[in-house]
Protein backbone atom coordinates (compact mmCIF):
# COMPACT_ATOMS: atom_id res chain seq x y z
CA UNK A 1 0.00 0.00 0.00
CA UNK A 2 3.11 2.46 0.70
CA UNK A 3 4.10 4.07 -2.73
CA UNK A 4 6.79 6.18 -0.21
CA UNK A 5 8.61 5.82 2.18
CA UNK A 6 6.71 6.45 5.52
CA UNK A 7 7.84 9.18 7.84
CA UNK A 8 8.96 7.22 10.90
CA UNK A 9 7.27 7.94 14.27
CA UNK A 10 8.15 9.99 16.37
CA UNK A 11 8.88 7.04 19.10
CA UNK A 12 11.80 5.92 16.08
CA UNK A 13 13.39 8.71 15.82
CA UNK A 14 14.03 8.60 19.73
CA UNK A 15 17.46 8.70 20.88
CA UNK A 16 18.40 7.97 24.61
CA UNK A 17 19.34 11.26 26.35
CA UNK A 18 18.70 13.55 23.52
CA UNK A 19 16.23 16.74 24.56
CA UNK A 20 14.99 20.13 23.24
CA UNK A 21 15.45 22.63 25.98
CA UNK A 22 18.35 23.44 28.35
CA UNK A 23 17.29 24.88 31.67
CA UNK A 24 20.06 26.59 34.59
CA UNK A 25 20.44 24.89 36.76
CA UNK A 26 18.07 25.81 39.97
CA UNK A 27 18.60 27.66 42.85
CA UNK A 28 15.22 26.32 44.66
CA UNK A 29 16.43 23.64 47.37
CA UNK A 30 15.30 20.46 46.04
CA UNK A 31 13.31 18.20 47.86
CA UNK A 32 12.59 14.39 47.94
CA UNK A 33 10.20 13.28 45.31
CA UNK A 34 8.53 11.13 47.83
CA UNK A 35 7.29 14.37 50.26
CA UNK A 36 5.68 15.63 46.75
CA UNK A 37 4.56 12.71 45.75
CA UNK A 38 3.69 9.28 48.11
CA UNK A 39 5.32 6.14 45.99
CA UNK A 40 1.88 4.01 45.64
CA UNK A 41 0.74 7.22 43.15
CA UNK A 42 3.89 6.71 41.03
CA UNK A 43 4.52 4.60 38.13
CA UNK A 44 7.66 2.14 38.35
CA UNK A 45 8.94 3.52 35.43
CA UNK A 46 9.01 6.36 33.60
CA UNK A 47 6.65 6.87 31.18
CA UNK A 48 8.28 5.67 27.50
CA UNK A 49 8.17 9.39 25.78
CA UNK A 50 10.51 10.04 22.72
CA UNK A 51 13.86 11.90 23.35
CA UNK A 52 14.12 14.26 20.67
CA UNK A 53 15.60 17.80 19.80
CA UNK A 54 13.83 20.49 18.77
CA UNK A 55 14.50 20.43 14.90
CA UNK A 56 13.34 16.96 14.79
CA UNK A 57 10.59 17.76 16.27
CA UNK A 58 9.54 20.91 14.38
CA UNK A 59 10.56 18.72 10.71
CA UNK A 60 8.43 16.40 12.23
CA UNK A 61 4.90 17.86 12.78
CA UNK A 62 5.91 20.63 9.75
CA UNK A 63 6.16 17.28 7.33
CA UNK A 64 3.01 16.14 8.56
CA UNK A 65 1.01 19.05 8.19
CA UNK A 66 2.12 19.30 4.75
CA UNK A 67 0.92 15.66 4.04
CA UNK A 68 -2.85 16.75 3.97
CA UNK A 69 -4.83 18.69 1.86
CA UNK A 70 -6.47 22.06 3.94
CA UNK A 71 -8.52 24.57 1.65
CA UNK A 72 -4.93 27.04 2.12
CA UNK A 73 -3.25 23.81 -0.21
CA UNK A 74 -6.14 22.64 -2.63
CA UNK A 75 -9.01 23.32 -4.41
CA UNK A 76 -11.74 21.31 -2.07
CA UNK A 77 -15.04 19.94 -3.83
CA UNK A 78 -16.66 17.67 -0.99
CA UNK A 79 -20.29 18.03 -1.48
CA UNK A 80 -22.39 19.03 1.31
CA UNK A 81 -19.15 20.11 3.61
CA UNK A 82 -19.13 23.93 1.90
CA UNK A 83 -15.24 23.80 2.11
CA UNK A 84 -15.02 27.67 1.63
CA UNK A 85 -11.88 29.99 2.15
CA UNK A 86 -11.72 30.70 5.55
CA UNK A 87 -10.89 34.26 5.56
CA UNK A 88 -7.59 35.39 7.71
CA UNK A 89 -9.08 38.27 9.04
CA UNK A 90 -11.80 36.35 11.01
CA UNK A 91 -8.57 34.10 12.65
CA UNK A 92 -6.92 37.22 13.40
CA UNK A 93 -9.98 38.10 15.24
CA UNK A 94 -10.51 35.13 16.65
CA UNK A 95 -7.02 34.86 17.79
CA UNK A 96 -7.12 38.20 19.66
CA UNK A 97 -6.34 38.05 23.11
CA UNK A 98 -10.05 40.13 24.21
CA UNK A 99 -11.68 36.90 22.76
CA UNK A 100 -8.99 34.27 23.44
CA UNK A 101 -7.53 35.21 26.57
CA UNK A 102 -10.94 34.99 28.22
CA UNK A 103 -11.70 32.18 30.90
CA UNK A 104 -15.62 30.95 30.90
CA UNK A 105 -15.58 31.35 34.71
CA UNK A 106 -15.07 34.79 34.48
CA UNK A 107 -17.54 37.26 36.30
CA UNK A 108 -20.52 37.83 33.94
CA UNK A 109 -19.77 41.44 33.99
CA UNK A 110 -16.31 41.19 33.11
CA UNK A 111 -17.61 38.99 29.99
CA UNK A 112 -19.62 41.63 28.33
CA UNK A 113 -17.70 42.37 24.83
CA UNK A 114 -17.96 38.30 24.50
CA UNK A 115 -21.77 38.13 25.32
CA UNK A 116 -22.87 41.40 23.39
CA UNK A 117 -21.01 39.58 20.59
CA UNK A 118 -22.94 36.25 20.87
CA UNK A 119 -26.04 37.98 21.58
CA UNK A 120 -26.09 39.28 18.60
CA UNK A 121 -25.14 37.03 16.49
CA UNK A 122 -28.11 34.59 18.03
CA UNK A 123 -30.14 37.72 16.67
CA UNK A 124 -28.41 37.42 13.19
CA UNK A 125 -29.03 33.99 13.42
CA UNK A 126 -32.82 34.44 13.83
CA UNK A 127 -32.77 37.15 11.15
CA UNK A 128 -31.37 34.66 8.67
CA UNK A 129 -33.90 31.96 9.80
CA UNK A 130 -36.85 33.58 9.89
CA UNK A 131 -37.51 32.04 13.26
CA UNK A 132 -37.46 33.88 16.54
CA UNK A 133 -34.86 32.51 19.50
CA UNK A 134 -31.84 30.67 19.00
CA UNK A 135 -29.37 28.85 20.94
CA UNK A 136 -25.53 29.03 20.13
CA UNK A 137 -24.96 25.89 22.24
CA UNK A 138 -24.90 22.46 20.11
CA UNK A 139 -21.42 21.71 19.41
CA UNK A 140 -21.99 20.36 15.40
CA UNK A 141 -25.01 20.07 13.18
CA UNK A 142 -25.13 17.13 14.06
CA UNK A 143 -25.64 17.78 17.58
CA UNK A 144 -27.84 20.85 16.70
CA UNK A 145 -30.10 18.57 15.43
CA UNK A 146 -30.67 15.91 18.47
CA UNK A 147 -31.22 19.42 20.76
CA UNK A 148 -33.84 20.28 18.27
CA UNK A 149 -35.71 16.79 18.24
CA UNK A 150 -35.50 17.29 21.67
CA UNK A 151 -36.83 20.81 22.18
CA UNK A 152 -39.60 19.07 19.96
CA UNK A 153 -40.38 15.92 22.28
CA UNK A 154 -40.29 18.51 25.30
CA UNK A 155 -42.85 20.88 22.99
CA UNK A 156 -45.07 17.47 22.75
CA UNK A 157 -44.62 15.99 26.32
CA UNK A 158 -45.50 19.51 27.45
CA UNK A 159 -48.75 19.28 25.49
CA UNK A 160 -49.43 15.73 26.58
CA UNK A 161 -49.81 14.72 23.06
CA UNK A 162 -47.44 11.25 22.77
CA UNK A 163 -45.69 11.45 19.20
CA UNK A 164 -43.06 8.87 18.16
CA UNK A 165 -41.90 9.36 14.79
CA UNK A 166 -40.09 10.96 12.73
CA UNK A 167 -40.02 11.49 9.15
CA UNK A 168 -36.69 11.65 7.04
CA UNK A 169 -36.37 11.32 3.10
CA UNK A 170 -33.92 8.80 1.85
CA UNK A 171 -31.91 11.55 0.53
CA UNK A 172 -30.83 12.80 3.65
CA UNK A 173 -28.09 12.82 5.59
CA UNK A 174 -26.83 10.07 7.98
CA UNK A 175 -26.80 11.97 11.10
CA UNK A 176 -30.54 12.83 10.17
CA UNK A 177 -31.94 8.84 11.05
CA UNK A 178 -29.65 8.77 13.80
CA UNK A 179 -30.52 12.09 16.20
CA UNK A 180 -33.94 11.28 15.80
CA UNK A 181 -33.41 7.52 17.24
CA UNK A 182 -30.94 8.87 19.49
CA UNK A 183 -33.73 11.56 20.77
CA UNK A 184 -36.29 8.40 21.31
CA UNK A 185 -38.04 8.35 18.09
CA UNK A 186 -38.84 5.71 15.26
CA UNK A 187 -37.02 7.26 11.80
CA UNK A 188 -39.28 6.57 9.31
CA UNK A 189 -37.57 6.84 5.33
CA UNK A 190 -39.40 8.43 2.85
CA UNK A 191 -38.74 7.45 -0.34
CA UNK A 192 -37.99 10.22 -3.09
CA UNK A 193 -39.39 10.34 -6.42
CA UNK A 194 -37.93 10.10 -9.80
CA UNK A 195 -36.95 14.04 -9.98
CA UNK A 196 -34.99 13.19 -6.51
CA UNK A 197 -37.40 15.25 -4.59
CA UNK A 198 -39.92 14.08 -2.04
CA UNK A 199 -42.08 11.42 -2.90
CA UNK A 200 -45.29 13.51 -2.09
CA UNK A 201 -47.75 9.89 -2.19
CA UNK A 202 -44.99 8.34 0.13
CA UNK A 203 -45.32 11.25 2.69
CA UNK A 204 -49.00 11.14 2.50
CA UNK A 205 -49.01 7.82 3.18
CA UNK A 206 -46.73 7.62 6.49
CA UNK A 207 -47.75 11.14 7.78
CA UNK A 208 -50.10 10.51 10.84
CA UNK A 209 -50.91 11.24 14.23
CA UNK A 210 -47.83 9.81 15.65
CA UNK A 211 -46.01 11.95 13.77
CA UNK A 212 -43.91 14.64 15.81
CA UNK A 213 -41.27 16.10 13.37
CA UNK A 214 -40.86 16.24 9.57
CA UNK A 215 -36.86 16.72 8.88
CA UNK A 216 -36.24 18.11 5.37
CA UNK A 217 -32.40 19.25 3.60
CA UNK A 218 -33.30 21.96 1.34
CA UNK A 219 -31.64 22.26 -0.89
CA UNK A 220 -31.15 18.61 -0.48
CA UNK A 221 -28.27 16.49 -0.72
CA UNK A 222 -28.71 16.08 -4.89
CA UNK A 223 -28.34 19.95 -4.93
CA UNK A 224 -31.97 20.70 -5.71
CA UNK A 225 -34.54 22.70 -4.04
CA UNK A 226 -37.72 20.85 -3.04
CA UNK A 227 -40.66 23.50 -4.45
CA UNK A 228 -43.45 21.18 -2.36
CA UNK A 229 -41.92 22.80 0.75
CA UNK A 230 -45.22 24.62 1.41
CA UNK A 231 -47.26 21.77 0.58
CA UNK A 232 -45.29 19.77 2.61
CA UNK A 233 -45.29 22.78 5.93
CA UNK A 234 -48.89 22.78 5.60
CA UNK A 235 -49.99 19.23 5.76
CA UNK A 236 -47.73 18.62 8.36
CA UNK A 237 -49.16 21.68 10.24
CA UNK A 238 -52.87 20.40 9.82
CA UNK A 239 -51.36 17.35 11.58
CA UNK A 240 -49.83 19.27 14.82
CA UNK A 241 -46.33 17.87 13.27
CA UNK A 242 -43.75 20.31 13.16
CA UNK A 243 -41.16 20.99 10.06
CA UNK A 244 -37.23 20.73 10.91
CA UNK A 245 -34.85 22.18 8.17
CA UNK A 246 -31.34 20.68 8.24
CA UNK A 247 -29.85 23.85 7.43
CA UNK A 248 -26.52 22.03 5.74
CA UNK A 249 -27.23 23.50 2.82
CA UNK A 250 -28.19 27.23 3.74
CA UNK A 251 -24.52 28.24 1.95
CA UNK A 252 -27.31 28.10 -1.43
CA UNK A 253 -29.94 30.33 -0.28
CA UNK A 254 -28.75 32.51 2.08
CA UNK A 255 -30.52 36.12 1.72
CA UNK A 256 -32.97 34.59 -1.08
CA UNK A 257 -35.34 32.62 1.51
CA UNK A 258 -35.56 31.76 5.07
CA UNK A 259 -36.42 28.91 6.41
CA UNK A 260 -38.75 29.96 8.58
CA UNK A 261 -40.85 31.39 5.69
CA UNK A 262 -40.83 28.14 3.87
CA UNK A 263 -42.55 26.88 6.74
CA UNK A 264 -39.98 25.71 8.79
CA UNK A 265 -40.27 25.78 12.79
CA UNK A 266 -36.81 24.90 13.57
CA UNK A 267 -34.11 24.31 12.00
CA UNK A 268 -29.82 23.62 12.66
CA UNK A 269 -26.82 25.96 11.07
CA UNK A 270 -23.43 24.61 10.49
CA UNK A 271 -21.42 28.17 11.00
CA UNK A 272 -18.30 25.83 9.80
CA UNK A 273 -20.09 25.29 6.54
CA UNK A 274 -22.25 28.15 5.65
CA UNK A 275 -20.51 31.01 7.59
CA UNK A 276 -16.60 30.32 6.67
CA UNK A 277 -15.28 28.30 10.08
CA UNK A 278 -12.90 26.10 9.23
CA UNK A 279 -13.10 22.72 9.26
CA UNK A 280 -12.03 19.15 8.71
CA UNK A 281 -10.75 16.47 10.59
CA UNK A 282 -13.33 16.12 12.76
CA UNK A 283 -13.94 19.72 14.01
CA UNK A 284 -14.58 21.60 16.34
CA UNK A 285 -17.86 23.00 14.69
CA UNK A 286 -20.96 24.56 15.93
CA UNK A 287 -24.53 23.90 15.26
CA UNK A 288 -26.51 26.34 16.29
CA UNK A 289 -30.36 26.15 16.48
CA UNK A 290 -33.08 28.05 15.72
CA UNK A 291 -37.35 27.64 16.44
CA UNK A 292 -40.46 29.68 15.99
CA UNK A 293 -41.86 31.58 19.13
CA UNK A 294 -43.73 28.51 20.52
CA UNK A 295 -40.57 26.46 20.67
CA UNK A 296 -38.55 28.78 22.21
CA UNK A 297 -38.84 27.66 26.27
CA UNK A 298 -37.28 24.61 25.47
CA UNK A 299 -33.88 25.97 23.87
CA UNK A 300 -31.48 24.70 25.51
CA UNK A 301 -30.19 27.28 28.51
CA UNK A 302 -28.95 29.47 29.48
CA UNK A 303 -29.40 31.74 26.38
CA UNK A 304 -27.52 34.85 26.02
CA UNK A 305 -29.93 38.00 27.10
CA UNK A 306 -29.73 41.69 27.72
CA UNK A 307 -31.18 43.46 30.49
CA UNK A 308 -33.05 46.53 30.70
CA UNK A 309 -30.00 48.73 30.82
CA UNK A 310 -28.39 47.10 27.95
CA UNK A 311 -25.43 44.33 29.94
CA UNK A 312 -25.74 40.97 28.52
CA UNK A 313 -26.34 38.22 31.20
CA UNK A 314 -26.91 34.16 30.81
CA UNK A 315 -30.52 33.78 31.02
CA UNK A 316 -30.67 30.08 33.27
CA UNK A 317 -34.64 30.95 34.48
CA UNK A 318 -35.60 28.88 31.90
CA UNK A 319 -38.22 26.28 33.31
CA UNK A 320 -39.12 24.47 30.18
CA UNK A 321 -35.75 24.23 29.16
CA UNK A 322 -34.00 20.62 27.97
CA UNK A 323 -31.39 21.98 30.00
CA UNK A 324 -27.51 21.90 28.68
CA UNK A 325 -26.46 20.28 25.58
CA UNK A 326 -23.04 22.22 25.95
CA UNK A 327 -20.74 23.21 28.25
CA UNK A 328 -20.31 27.00 28.96
CA UNK A 329 -21.43 29.32 25.76
CA UNK A 330 -21.01 26.39 23.06
CA UNK A 331 -17.88 27.14 20.84
CA UNK A 332 -17.14 30.26 20.92
CA UNK A 333 -14.31 30.54 18.18
CA UNK A 334 -16.22 29.29 15.82
CA UNK A 335 -18.91 31.47 16.65
CA UNK A 336 -17.26 34.15 16.33
CA UNK A 337 -15.34 33.72 13.10
CA UNK A 338 -19.58 33.34 12.42
CA UNK A 339 -19.99 36.83 13.76
CA UNK A 340 -16.87 37.66 12.29
CA UNK A 341 -18.08 36.59 9.11
CA UNK A 342 -21.90 37.97 8.96
CA UNK A 343 -21.15 41.42 9.60
CA UNK A 344 -18.01 41.53 6.89
CA UNK A 345 -20.39 40.35 4.46
CA UNK A 346 -23.79 42.28 5.55
CA UNK A 347 -26.95 42.01 4.30
CA UNK A 348 -26.30 41.95 0.47
CA UNK A 349 -22.90 40.24 0.80
CA UNK A 350 -24.62 37.25 2.22
CA UNK A 351 -26.58 37.12 -0.55
CA UNK A 352 -24.54 37.47 -2.87
CA UNK A 353 -22.51 34.70 -1.70
CA UNK A 354 -25.19 32.42 -2.14
CA UNK A 355 -25.82 33.51 -5.76
CA UNK A 356 -22.18 33.17 -6.49
CA UNK A 357 -22.16 29.53 -4.82
CA UNK A 358 -25.01 28.57 -7.09
CA UNK A 359 -23.53 30.09 -10.39
CA UNK A 360 -20.26 28.29 -9.68
CA UNK A 361 -21.72 25.00 -9.11
CA UNK A 362 -24.14 25.56 -12.24
CA UNK A 363 -21.33 26.13 -14.52
CA UNK A 364 -19.27 23.46 -13.05
CA UNK A 365 -21.95 21.57 -14.17
CA UNK A 366 -22.25 22.58 -17.88
CA UNK A 367 -18.65 22.01 -18.15
CA UNK A 368 -18.67 18.34 -16.85
CA UNK A 369 -22.00 16.79 -17.48
CA UNK A 370 -21.48 15.54 -21.21
CA UNK A 371 -18.87 13.07 -19.64
CA UNK A 372 -20.15 13.00 -16.25
CA UNK A 373 -23.94 12.23 -16.29
CA UNK A 374 -25.89 14.03 -13.37
CA UNK A 375 -29.03 11.94 -13.23
CA UNK A 376 -30.97 14.32 -10.90
CA UNK A 377 -32.19 18.19 -12.28
CA UNK A 378 -31.08 19.82 -15.38
CA UNK A 379 -29.61 22.73 -13.25
CA UNK A 380 -28.39 22.65 -9.85
CA UNK A 381 -28.42 25.14 -6.30
CA UNK A 382 -24.95 25.36 -4.99
CA UNK A 383 -23.70 21.57 -5.43
CA UNK A 384 -24.67 19.09 -8.22
CA UNK A 385 -24.15 15.07 -8.15
CA UNK A 386 -23.08 13.46 -11.12
CA UNK A 387 -23.33 9.46 -11.16
CA UNK A 388 -20.13 7.40 -12.65
CA UNK A 389 -22.65 4.64 -13.26
CA UNK A 390 -21.81 4.58 -16.91
CA UNK A 391 -18.32 4.33 -16.82
CA UNK A 392 -18.24 1.99 -14.39
CA UNK A 393 -20.29 -0.04 -16.42
CA UNK A 394 -18.50 0.48 -20.05
CA UNK A 395 -14.98 0.79 -18.50
CA UNK A 396 -14.64 -0.12 -15.03
CA UNK A 397 -13.88 3.01 -13.88
CA UNK A 398 -15.74 3.61 -10.84
CA UNK A 399 -16.46 6.82 -8.04
CA UNK A 400 -13.43 5.70 -6.16
CA UNK A 401 -11.51 5.65 -8.62
CA UNK A 402 -11.66 8.83 -9.79
CA UNK A 403 -11.83 10.02 -6.24
CA UNK A 404 -8.47 8.31 -5.53
CA UNK A 405 -6.82 9.62 -9.26
CA UNK A 406 -8.05 13.50 -8.35
CA UNK A 407 -5.49 13.22 -5.28
CA UNK A 408 -2.60 12.61 -7.93
CA UNK A 409 -3.64 16.15 -9.48
CA UNK A 410 -3.43 18.11 -6.05
CA UNK A 411 -7.21 18.16 -5.70
CA UNK A 412 -9.15 16.69 -2.96
CA UNK A 413 -11.97 14.33 -3.33
CA UNK A 414 -16.09 14.84 -3.83
CA UNK A 415 -17.84 13.42 -1.74
CA UNK A 416 -18.84 9.64 -3.15
CA UNK A 417 -21.41 7.30 -2.71
CA UNK A 418 -23.34 9.90 -1.02
CA UNK A 419 -26.36 10.73 -1.88
CA UNK A 420 -27.27 6.93 -1.10
CA UNK A 421 -30.05 7.55 -3.94
CA UNK A 422 -27.81 8.26 -6.39
CA UNK A 423 -25.52 5.08 -8.00
CA UNK A 424 -21.64 5.46 -8.02
CA UNK A 425 -22.41 9.33 -6.65
CA UNK A 426 -19.89 12.15 -6.83
CA UNK A 427 -21.10 15.15 -5.00
CA UNK A 428 -19.40 17.96 -6.24
CA UNK A 429 -19.49 21.29 -4.20
CA UNK A 430 -16.90 24.37 -5.46
CA UNK A 431 -18.08 26.67 -3.19
CA UNK A 432 -18.68 30.82 -4.36
CA UNK A 433 -14.80 31.12 -3.26
CA UNK A 434 -13.20 29.86 -6.11
CA UNK A 435 -12.38 31.53 -9.40
CA UNK A 436 -13.08 30.46 -13.07
CA UNK A 437 -9.54 29.24 -13.33
CA UNK A 438 -9.95 27.05 -11.02
CA UNK A 439 -13.24 25.64 -11.82
CA UNK A 440 -11.93 25.21 -15.62
CA UNK A 441 -8.95 23.45 -14.63
CA UNK A 442 -10.72 21.00 -12.42
CA UNK A 443 -13.11 20.31 -15.22
CA UNK A 444 -10.60 19.70 -17.64
CA UNK A 445 -9.05 17.40 -14.55
CA UNK A 446 -12.18 15.19 -14.28
CA UNK A 447 -12.35 14.70 -18.09
CA UNK A 448 -9.16 13.92 -18.47
CA UNK A 449 -9.40 11.05 -16.38
CA UNK A 450 -12.41 9.53 -18.07
CA UNK A 451 -10.02 9.22 -21.02
CA UNK A 452 -7.45 6.87 -18.96
CA UNK A 453 -6.47 3.71 -18.42
CA UNK A 454 -8.94 1.93 -16.45
CA UNK A 455 -6.59 -0.47 -14.86
CA UNK A 456 -4.01 2.08 -13.34
CA UNK A 457 -6.96 4.07 -12.35
CA UNK A 458 -7.44 1.46 -10.09
CA UNK A 459 -4.05 2.03 -8.42
CA UNK A 460 -4.68 5.50 -8.04
CA UNK A 461 -3.19 7.75 -6.60
CA UNK A 462 0.09 7.12 -7.17
CA UNK A 463 1.93 10.32 -5.57
CA UNK A 464 0.25 10.02 -1.90
CA UNK A 465 2.26 8.37 1.21
CA UNK A 466 -0.65 5.84 1.40
CA UNK A 467 -2.38 4.85 -1.74
CA UNK A 468 -5.99 2.66 -0.76
CA UNK A 469 -6.23 2.51 3.40
CA UNK A 470 -8.93 -0.27 4.07
CA UNK A 471 -11.15 2.36 5.34
CA UNK A 472 -13.44 0.47 6.66
CA UNK A 473 -10.93 -1.45 9.01
CA UNK A 474 -9.68 1.92 9.78
CA UNK A 475 -12.80 3.24 11.24
CA UNK A 476 -13.78 -0.15 12.57
CA UNK A 477 -10.67 -1.22 14.27
CA UNK A 478 -8.67 1.76 15.06
CA UNK A 479 -5.00 0.51 16.45
CA UNK A 480 -3.91 3.94 18.76
CA UNK A 481 -1.30 2.96 20.32
CA UNK A 482 2.25 3.28 18.62
CA UNK A 483 3.58 -0.20 19.52
CA UNK A 484 0.44 -2.29 18.46
CA UNK A 485 0.89 -0.31 14.85
CA UNK A 486 3.94 -1.78 14.47
CA UNK A 487 5.25 -0.67 10.72
CA UNK A 488 2.78 -2.88 9.02
CA UNK A 489 0.94 -0.89 6.46
CA UNK A 490 -2.69 -1.68 7.97
CA UNK A 491 -1.43 -0.50 11.02
CA UNK A 492 0.00 3.10 10.45
CA UNK A 493 -3.61 3.64 7.84
CA UNK A 494 -5.72 2.06 10.98
C1 LIG B 1 -22.67 18.26 7.47
C2 LIG B 1 -24.09 17.86 7.48
C3 LIG B 1 -24.75 17.52 8.68
C4 LIG B 1 -24.03 17.35 10.00
O1 LIG B 1 -23.38 18.48 10.43
P1 LIG B 1 -22.04 18.40 11.31
O2 LIG B 1 -21.75 19.80 11.63
O3 LIG B 1 -21.01 17.72 10.47
O4 LIG B 1 -22.37 17.58 12.53
C5 LIG B 1 -26.10 17.26 8.62
N1 LIG B 1 -26.78 17.30 7.46
C6 LIG B 1 -26.17 17.59 6.29
C7 LIG B 1 -26.99 17.63 5.03
C8 LIG B 1 -24.81 17.87 6.27
O5 LIG B 1 -24.19 18.14 5.09
Redesign the pocket.
Known amino acids: MYKLDPPPLLFESSRRGRFTACFPSSDVPGRALDDLIPAAYRAETPPPLPELSELDVVRHYTNLSASNMSIDTNFYPLG ?3 MKYNPKRNERLASSPGLGAQHPYQAENTLQGLLAVLFELQQFLAEIAGLHAVSLQPA ?6 LASLLVAAAYFRDRGEKRTKVLIPDS ?2 G ?2 PASAHLAGFEAVTIRSNAAGLVDLEDFRSKLDDQTAVFMI ?1 NP ?2 VGLFDPQIGTLARLLHERGALLYL ?1 G ?2 MNAILGAVRPGDMGADLM ?1 Y ?1 P ?2 TFSGP ?1 GGGGP ?3 PIAVRDFLAPYLPAPLVARNEDGSFFLDHARPKSIGRVRSFFGNTGVLFRAYCYIRSQGPDGLKQVSEHAVLNANYLLALVRHVYPVPLGTRCMHEFVASARGMAREKGIRAMDIAKRLLDHNIHAPTVYFPLIVPEALMIEPTETESRDTLEAFAATLLKIAQEDPAQLHEAPHSTPISRPDEVKAARTPVLRWKDAGRSAEGVAS
Open positions: SCTAGAQGEAHTNTNTDANHNHKHGAG
